[in-house]
């Protein structure tokens, strides 16, 4: 007799299986093996998520089996949740008028050298005493697949069988640095002047200087960031301040407050900075493409240059097409564009060209007006869709994986312990990958983990939806129909309460901390089960 699917073994388990079909699944287990051991897994993982609902507070285990109240006790909820929105609504266009004083903007967390600066510091901070870790990134990397690799096994209720441990053991030795790639890290690093690296040189450190010459690319981590010798290959830099007065054949890639090329460059910068500029003796064999806060060109590039930036002055030689998009572009006597000047700006006033600068090509200058989105229609279609397929990917979640989805909801009500636990993930994950990625084998690993990542990101806004539909509905049944009613509700609140200005971002960030907390809380959770079985 041909063994029973996984889904009819969990309904068994559950006692929701007909009599009929019970009774010969019962007399088949006791000539499977396989079967009784399926079952046997399905009973522990249902006994230790009973016993971890029975450990939470009195009010997050109302919350998790969501009592019915009585009719009035969900529309009074539901009238002063629409009193909220209301105010919010009101609100938000006043909101919208308000304006951060141009002095105090590098301190707007909303504005473009606000994220900068934000992004920078928060990046230097962290990563500041961190460079230990990077000797350590093996366990590190491990212990993050072996979590991914407990999420597919509980999702599926598989056995990790004895091949199985063995491809995470291989997997795990690849991601072990294997090639050609020197490491330096301390409070100062430095390439003297009669130094010569013959590989890809790793640097991190307070101080990152190059005074000799790179042979492969350099990958810089530091605050600060010094290139007066000469870099063969690329130069990859995450600093606080970079400065690169000597020759880099290859290309920029920057992330960093602030980049000042006073050297020679082989071929192209891509950065997002908060301050870039281009001295007069700097030269770019090829062009330039970058996000900023302010960017002032005094020197050569050959090709063309593309700027997104707040502020962007020009002074100097750009070979091919000048594009710009933000806020201020200023073309002074001694600029000169090869091509087209192609200019996105919001008001007219904000482009100053001389007299003296010299455009070769057409002068394109679009002054953008901004609507706000509820005006339209696509922007209904986009939330239209978005909403069938956060709907979509939530049926199919109850469908495949009843028992996982209903515990990872259910999660959301551990309330500061699904916070803490998520802002962690969310901040650790990625430093992972990062590291991960620093070695060649390591990218696999790193892609999946990235992968893994984006999709619990994605999923957490539908379990906090189903978990907040059901607080308020409160419904006495716990159907697969009763669940998607409460999913659409959630959903459409959460959407509601995303476009609320300020206010909005801060619950978008609440959400998927909450999201990513109850998640990681119910693979930990799986992990005891799969040990206790």
Sequence with gaps: MECYSERTCAIFVDGELAVDEARR????LATCPRCRRLVDALRAENRVLGESLDQLPEDAAGSAVFPRLRLSWVWGDLAALAAVLALGSISSAWIEKLRVPEALEWLNPFSTGGLSNLFFNLSYYFAHGGTAMLADYAAVVGGLFLLLGGAVL????????QPGLHLLIVLLTL???SFALERRHGEFVTVAANETVDDTLLAAGNTVRVEGVVN????????????SGSVKGDLVSFAKRAVVSGTVEGRIYNFSQSLDLDGQLG???YGWVQSLRVDNRARVGEGIVVGAGDVSLEGEVRR???IFASNAEVSGSIGRELTMAGGSLTLTNTARVGGDLSARVHQLKDVHIADGATIAGKRDIEVRVRKSQFTRPRFYLHQAVWLAAAMLVGWLGLALFPGFFEACTQGVGLGWRSLGLGIGVLAGV???IIVACITLVGIPVSLMLLAAYLAAIYLTKIWVGAFLGRILLKPAGATRRDWLLGLLVGLLILTVIGFIPYVGGLVRLAVICLGLGAFSWQLYQGSRATRAA
């Design 25 to 28: 699944l019962r007399d088949h």
């Design 154 to 161: 509980l999702g599926r209720r598989w056995r990790l069988h």
């Design 267 to 269: 071929h192209s910068i």
């Design 430 to 432: 990625p430093v992972a």
């Design 175 to 177: 991601s072990l640095p």
């Design 216 to 227: 492969g690319d350099l990958l810089a981590f530091g605050r600060t960031v010094e290139v």
């Design 304 to 306: 063309s240059a593309t």
